[in-house]
């Protein structure tokens, strides 16, 4: 079954929020025009593709606070839908020139796995898999997209691939979740291309926390 104009948008969404986040490091933060005219620009009501929208989409710190904003207003209904979908659309006409300009590999903009932890049990990997049904992927390049259990909050999550429960990390990536519509969904960028198709063990945590772990099939 193919995916619905709203799957779509999301996918798309998300594959183009990872990119900038991931691909303009600004740690000096050079030409920042400062986090409140961020905060208006995130605050329009329309489109102005100029020259402030042009950084943003070009630096990671400023866009990180761009997406922050974005969910604060959208939480107060200030910000409509048609609004977000003509900067997606200024945002992913740019990418295609990062691409050619900075000769970057293939981004992870295929999604290979789609997981619905929500109702996973509250158990981390000293106590077993949670008890919830396999998980799948393909073995390739892109992004896996979770919705993680129930209440889990936003920020920054860990996902390590592993062969067994308690073993070491074979692959590890990370991604920053975001609470929608109640929901908090997470993208992990992965390439299991170099991994053999059989079982392993998904563990996604944060810092210190415990993690949770899930089995997994690639296929």
């Given at each position: 079954m193919g995916e619905s104009p709203e799957q779509k948008f999301d996918r798309i969404s998300r594959a183009v929020q990872d990119s900038i986040l991931q691909n303009y490091p600004n740690p000096e933060?050079?030409?920042c025009p400062g986090d409140d005219v961020v905060r208006d620009v995130a605050g329009r009501t329309h489109l102005e593709a100029?020259?402030?929208?042009?950084?943003?989409?070009?630096c990671s710190p400023c866009?990180?606070?761009?997406l922050a904003c974005?969910?604060?207003?959208?939480?107060?209904?200030?910000?409509?839908?048609?609004?977000?979908?003509?900067?997606?659309?200024?945002?992913?006409?740019?990418?295609?020139i990062v691409v050619i300009t900075r000769s970057r590999p293939a981004k992870h903009d295929v999604q290979i796995g789609d997981w619905n932890l929500e109702t996973s049990?509250?158990?981390?990997s000293d106590s077993g898999p949670d008890t919830v049904s396999q998980q799948r992927a393909s073995r390739s390049r892109g992004f896996i997209r979770v919705h993680l259990p129930l209440g889990s909050e936003d920020g920054e999550y860990q996902m390590q691939i592993r062969k067994t429960e308690d073993g070491s990390a074979l692959q590890a990536t990370k991604g920053n979740a975001e609470i929608v519509n109640g929901h908090t969904v997470v993208s992990f960028p992965v390439d299991f291309s170099s991994l053999?198709?059989?079982?392993?063990i998904a563990a996604i945590g944060r810092g210190t926390r415990r993690w949770r772990v899930y089995p997994l099939l690639l296929s």
């Open positions: 933060r050079r030409g100029d020259e402030l929208w042009e950084h943003i989409t070009h866009y990180r606070v761009f974005k969910q604060e207003f959208r939480g107060k209904r200030i910000i409509h839908r048609r609004a977000a979908v003509g900067l997606l659309a200024a945002a992913i006409a740019t990418i295609p049990a509250l158990r981390g053999s198709a059989g079982a392993y």
